[in-house]
């Protein structure tokens, strides 16, 4: 089949926004090519180490978001929306830097895409343990390492992105073994997964895209750790949820928002929730919902313009 690839130039901070806006007008599937997501190899520290320098040297100066389109009679009018979209975009800021939001088009085969974004996801290191390997390439473990097998496919998780990484850094920090976890909108099951590496003993991993939970199922299968995760279509409010000690949420402000108080009836008292997929200017709304569901912060990060939040849950 043939495709449509469209390539808008922005920065960091418009990245998630020009993706969104891509999959909202039809993409098939968004990449997002961002210097700041490769670390410095010449910079100290635990993630670096497994980078190679040239990597970083090969990727394009601005942040680049790919979107693939169906070639069909629909395709025209479709990238003219796209076009009259990043206009609009552009014109209203948001007080945010989207950069140029200039875009590229090309045509390229089904295999093109589908496989060309592997060349820049290596293994990586998460905190002190956790060390996440894309299936296809090759990781020699040291010891202490918590090995992550992950094909994210189309679902999002690859653990690159700041919100999926804190969680994880928030997971390493705070679960102990034998706690019981859910992970709500688990995309690629990458903290689902992480969570079994760390020794939960029972996990349940939720999402509403049957795609993700069939990428989730077939990484949970990879990792051999199917007798401790079960994963399930679904959303916490409308399907099947079960007591935990730990949840985690690595959705966006607004569904964290709506999601808080319903949670505190399948955490435990004094339980935690992770939540990340808050942008910095959403953090008060989401603070404030939390409060209203009974819950007070336990710990926070934040990386670039998001943050994380473990949140104790004290409603009774």
Known sequence: MQWCEAVVHTTTEGSDIVSELLMRLGAMGTEIIDRADVPDPDKPGVYWELYDKKLLENMPEDVLVKGWFAQDEHTHDVLNTVRQELLQLAQ?????????????????????????????????????????????????????????????????????????NMCMQLLEK???????????????????????????????????????????KENVALNGVDKQVRVVVGDLCKSEAMPCELAVANIVADAICML??????HLVKDGLLIC?????????????????AGYTVYDRIEKGEWVALCLRNEAA
């Open 174 to 216: 705070h679960l102990t073994s034998g706690l019981r976890v859910m992970d709500v909108g688990t995309g690629s099951g990458i903290l689902a997964i992480a969570a079994a590496r760390l020794g939960a003993k029972d996990i349940l991993a939720i999402d509403i895209d049957p795609d993700a939970v069939k990428v989730a």
């Open 276 to 292: 990340s997929g808050i942008i910095r200017e959403r953090e008060q709304d989401v603070l404030a919902a939390a409060k209203e």
């Open 92 to 164: 209203g800021g948001f007080g945010l830097d989207f950069g140029t939001l200039s875009l590229d088009m090309q045509n390229v085969a089904d295999e093109d895409w589908s496989e060309n974004w592997k060349k820049y996801y290596k293994p990586f290191r998460i905190g002190s343990h956790l060390v996440v390997k894309p299936t296809w390439e090759a990781y020699t473990p040291v010891e202490g390492d918590l090995v992550i097998e992950l094909d994210p496919g189309m679902a999002f998780g690859t653990g690159t992105h700041e919100t999926t």
């Open 260 to 265: 808080a108080g319903p949670l505190t009836r």
